[in-house]
């Protein structure tokens, strides 16, 4: 089957580091993405991993170890606008390269 | 920057009313897909639309839906009988290829 986990609920402090964890075990993998929702809104691309390692975008990275299942979304130098739910999304070789996304991670930013 | 735009943002409808969602996806993009989101759960996948027809579609999709790509511009997510529990935010999506999907903002649809 598919699975994809994510902590519920995460808070931290405006200025601080906060790392999001996601573990998959799905049946072929074609690359993980970690997107951005505020409540209301659609998800907006942050991230794609599909070879191990650290990928480094600004105030975000993202990592991938495709043996253990595992991804981390690193946010650096929080600011209370990134107070949302962080989305982490398997993308299959099944010819559509649809997503199967986790139940996402809200993430408070307190100041 | 190229976006994906989604037409009704709202859409308030009877039980057994039909109703259609429209997207325009990104213009050089070549895969399209439906997602949906009932409020408070995960993104769920519906259906994927390539080269002109359903490539992929979920257990969800079932005979109620349909999906159309009617002129070479537009996409939409047709729900012939609304239930209760189509309730829900209905994202469209584009690709390029086997890469970063774009997701429009949705349609909040409300099922009373």
């Known amino acids: 089957g598919q699975n994809i986990d994510q902590p519920t609920e995460m808070t931290a402090t405006e200025g601080a580091i906060v790392q999001i964890n996601c573990t998959y075990q799905t049946s072929g993998f074609n690359g993980l993405f970690w997107y951005q929702q505020h409540a209301g809104e659609a998800p907006t691309f942050l991230s794609y991993n599909v070879l191990d390692g650290l990928e480094e975008k600004g105030r975000f990275s993202s990592f991938l170890s495709r043996s253990k299942g595992y991804s981390y979304l690193l946010l650096k130098e929080l600011q209370m606008k990134d107070s949302a739910s962080y989305l982490c999304a398997v993308s299959r070789p099944s010819g559509t390269y649809k997503y199967i996304f986790g139940t996402g991670t809200r993430l408070k930013v307190l100041a | 920057e190229p976006e994906v735009t989604q037409t009704p943002s709202h859409q308030v409808t009877q039980m057994g009313q039909e109703v259609i969602l429209r997207c325009v996806p990104i213009?050089?993009?070549?895969?399209f897909y439906w997602y949906r989101q009932i409020l408070g759960q995960k993104v769920e996948f519906l259906v994927s639309f390539y080269n002109n027809e359903i490539s992929e579609k979920s257990e969800i999709f079932d005979d109620q839906f349909s999906v159309e790509r009617p002129d070479g511009s537009n996409f939409t997510l047709k729900i012939r009988s609304t239930k209760l529990e189509d309730s829900a935010m209905y994202f469209c999506?584009?690709?390029?290829?086997?890469?970063?999907?774009?997701f429009g903002p949705g349609t909040r649809l409300l099922v009373l």
């Open positions: 213009s050089n993009h070549l895969y």
């Open positions: 999506a584009s690709s390029e290829a086997a890469e970063t999907q774009y």
